[in-house]
């Protein structure tokens, strides 16, 4: 799912494309992904595009008459762009719907089976005040609010940095991301932090993100960003199940659970303790790799697989 850092170099791509220009038409490829029906949709059309936002995951285009539309791209959800007198992209199977401007077609994909892409048309800033989770934004945080929003349940931190209700716009790749820097455990208990603990984690996500935003920034250049993914070769654990951590070089340990995955280093994070995977540890129970050295001993074991 594209995440803050994602959503940030979107939306800075877009404004110098799409700032000013009249939204002329909007065609929806598969009529599921309008998710409101009032505002009408044709309400949007010949209108000038006075504004961009992130909203957490979402980019909301401010209309002018107070209107808003909110683009929530969820997992698989892609955004391309179409300069005006070019052959739009993105208009086959996985095409949800374009938005034709006057200075180009902006399209949105979905790939895969499940549809969970979203758009709505609301108008005034308290109906698009509903469609914010309303988590704290890290990057505008001071230590002490963000100590707060911790603070405020008792969660795993893996689940409090991609809770939108306490953080905004922080997901599945970049809260292993942030964690591995901070060198903490995604299970640890928000409660059991204490103060340098509380005080790493903020550094960590705040320099996770601010370094990644950047990154992106280099790699789309004056392009359109168009290699939107949840792995990049740069990630130090997210999506590197088996291979070395670049710090210690212990091999990258996950948990799977529903459709997402934890991706960590047991030395650098879990004091070499191997945390169990609930899908393979219904299986294996007692055999188990409870450390690291563990698991290295079975995996250098003949047989072992």
Known sequence: MPELPDVTVYIEALRPRILGARL????????FVLRSVEPPLAAASGRAVTGLRRLGKRIVLVLEGELFLVIHLMIA????????????????????????????TLTMTEAGTKRRAAIHLVAGEPALAE???????????SVEEFSAALAAENHTLKRALTDPRIFSGIGNAYSDEILHRARLSPVKQTGALDRDETARLFEATKA????????????????????????????AVHGRFGQPCPDCGTAV?????????????PRCQTGGRVLADLSL?????????????????????????
């Open 253 to 265: 340990q996950r948990i799977v659970y529903a459709e997402n995955e934890t991706n960590y280093c």
């Open 281 to 305: 540890s219904r299986l294996l129970h007692a055999d188990w790799p409870r450390t690291v050295e563990e698991l290295e001993a079975r995996r250098g074991h003949p047989g072992s697989g």
């Open 77 to 104: 959800g892609r955004l391309h762009w179409h300069p005006a007198g070019g052959r739009p992209r993105g208009a086959g199977k996985i095409g949800l719907v374009a938005f034709e401007l006057s200075t180009g």
């Open 24 to 31: 002329e038409r909007i065609r929806l490829l598969k009529p």
């Open 131 to 141: 469609h914010d989770p309303g988590g704290l934004e890290a990057l505008e945080a």
């Open 208 to 235: 996770t993100l601010l370094d990644w935003v950047e990154r992106l920034r280099r790699q789309a250049g004056e392009n359109f960003p168009e290699g939107v993914t949840a792995f990049r070769p740069g990630m």
